[in-house]
């Protein structure tokens, strides 16, 4: 699990420094307008990402049972089929996509800037990266599927961070969205090839082909992996349709305030995902074997650690992340301290329900939780139409949080508790209690750092980064935790328990 823990941390280390970089240096090399019509491009191909159908996921758990059985047979089975499946999606997409970006004129999404042969490579171009990843990340997933998850994600850096460089080398160059957007296709293809080479080395059973693929397994995967596909549709509707909103209300600079005011605050989620994705693996073991116990104490551990961990740096942002924008992006960008704010928010009340998620999904019981998230998601871009009219870029973050907290905040958590055996009353009681006391002390706290060091900047942003952390972990270990939970903690952590060894001694 730690080893895993590294490499997906790395990979979220990769893409935060990659952000910190790049924003700057596409500012410098595009303009204002033309970088935020790249990002609606963007947006508006990532839905290519539902062509993926859930069966990722469901491929995934598939190839990793047959192999802990030693059932190789099966394993070939269920991965010729996958591939030929992906396959046939790859050509078929491929095809409509390249027709749509010649035959459908660009400028109904708002670009100004853009010429609308340059939008239509763009879309073709960044679209192929998309339809591409269903093959290879099949054949990427490999070791993941034999349980070496760190391999599988150290590939996944790697590719990162080749795409990225070559992408930054190109701006640098002065290359423009069609270079961009061909460069990295590169990692793309040769990663795979790489892994192909090593499967065919050390583990030739495993080696991908298309001989034993098989109808009937691939409509026996249809069923599990149809509500697995709910969840990059809901993402996909949440990430990139406010994109596109904003970009046919407010226009393109509009869409880069949003979007890099967006990726400031869902690094603190990121950070989250990495330590719940890296205990994904042990959460379905404990179910398998009703260790239920045990899942209620993680549920409150992790649900409790990751909202004080995530309280503690949305109050350090709340006073100087107005500053880290106008910095991260050279002064190019205004920054909106309203619309941050409104972000922050939505992140802190988001953290408890999604962190949740995590085990009944782990578990194979997310039917619910993949239709909740689908309705917060047409339910808060919805609204986002409508209020982006009214309040400008503060009514998409509103919507989507009033979404959220009609459909996810309360009945994600209660399914949760109900699989698990825990009473969510005083559950819930805690949380929700214990959130708004400890907000409150770490934005007290904050306010004070932040007024005693305003002269300086770097000093300013540590100083009230490790106050509201600490001040939050602190009420969140007395107020989110039960005793036993607290007792349970201690004894996980040497260095705790070493200490509350010498204080009995004392």
Not at 78 to 85: E, I, N
Request: net charge positive; glycine share 8%; aromatic share 10%.
């Amino acid at each position: 699990m730690l080893q895993g823990l590294a490499a997906i941390f790395s990979g979220q280390v990769i893409l935060a420094a990659a952000n910190l970089l790049l924003v700057p240096l596409y500012l410098t090399s595009w303009s204002a307008p033309i970088y935020g019509e790249w990002l609606v491009l963007f947006s508006l191909v990532s839905y290519l990402s539902v062509l993926d159908l859930g069966m990722e996921m469901a491929v995934g758990n598939r190839l990793t049972q047959a192999f802990a059985i030693g059932d190789l047979e099966d394993y070939a089975r269920v991965q010729h089929s996958a591939l030929a499946l992906y396959l046939s999606l790859a050509g078929g997409a491929f095809l409509l996509l390249g027709v749509a970006a010649w035959v459908f004129p660009p400028a109904w999404i708002g670009l100004k800037e853009t010429p609308a042969a340059v939008a239509s490579w763009v879309l073709w171009l960044l679209g192929l990266q998309i339809i591409l990843a269903l093959p290879m990340g099949l054949i990427g997933g490999i070791y993941r599927t034999t349980g070496n998850l760190a391999r599988s994600q150290w590939l996944a850096n790697c590719r990162q961070v080749t795409g990225l460089g070559l992408l930054a080398l190109t701006l640098l160059l002065g290359g423009g969205m069609v270079a961009a957007s061909l460069v990295q296709l590169i990692p793309l293809l040769l990663i795979p090839i790489y892994v192909m080479w090593d499967v065919k080395r050390r583990f030739p059973p495993l080696m991908p082909g298309l001989k034993r693929a098989n109808r009937q397994i691939i409509r026996e995967m249809i069923n599990p992996s149809l509500h697995f596909a709910l969840f990059p549709l809901a993402n996909a509707i949440i990430l990139q349709g406010p994109v596109i909103i904003i970009s046919t209300v407010l226009g393109g600079v509009a869409v880069a305030v949003f979007a890099t005011t967006r990726t400031l605050v869902n690094f603190i989620r990121q950070i989250m995902g990495s330590l719940t994705n890296a205990l994904w693996p042990d959460l379905t073991r404990m179910e398998a074997r009703q260790e239920f116990l045990r899942l209620r104490v993680m549920h409150r551990v992790l649900v409790s650690g990751s909202t004080a961990l995530c309280l503690g740096a949305a109050a350090a942002l709340w006073y100087e992340g107005p500053e880290i924008i106008a910095v991260w992006t050279r002064g190019k960008l205004p920054p909106d301290p309203l619309l941050l704010r409104i972000l922050l928010l939505m992140a802190v009340l988001q953290i408890p329900w999604l962190t949740s998620a995590t085990f009944t999904a782990a578990a194979n019981h997310h039917h619910k939780i993949a239709r909740l998230l689908l309705a917060s998601a047409v339910l808060g871009v919805t609204g986002a139409a409508v209020l982006v009219h009214w309040w400008g870029l503060w009514g998409i973050p509103v919507a989507l949080l009033v979404a959220d907290a009609l459909t996810c905040a309360h009945f994600v958590i209660q399914d949760t508790c109900v699989m698990l055996g825990e009473p969510y009353a005083p559950f819930a009681f805690r949380l929700w209690g214990g959130l708004v006391v400890a907000a409150g002390l770490s934005l007290l706290a904050g306010w004070v750092v932040h007024s005693a060091l305003s002269q300086f900047m770097i000093v300013r942003w540590l100083g009230v980064g490790i106050t509201t952390s600490l001040v939050s972990l602190a009420v969140g270990w007395r107020i989110f935790l039960f005793p036993v939970d607290r007792v349970t903690v201690i004894e996980q952590l040497p260095f705790l328990r070493g200490r509350l060894g010498m204080c009995r001694t004392n």
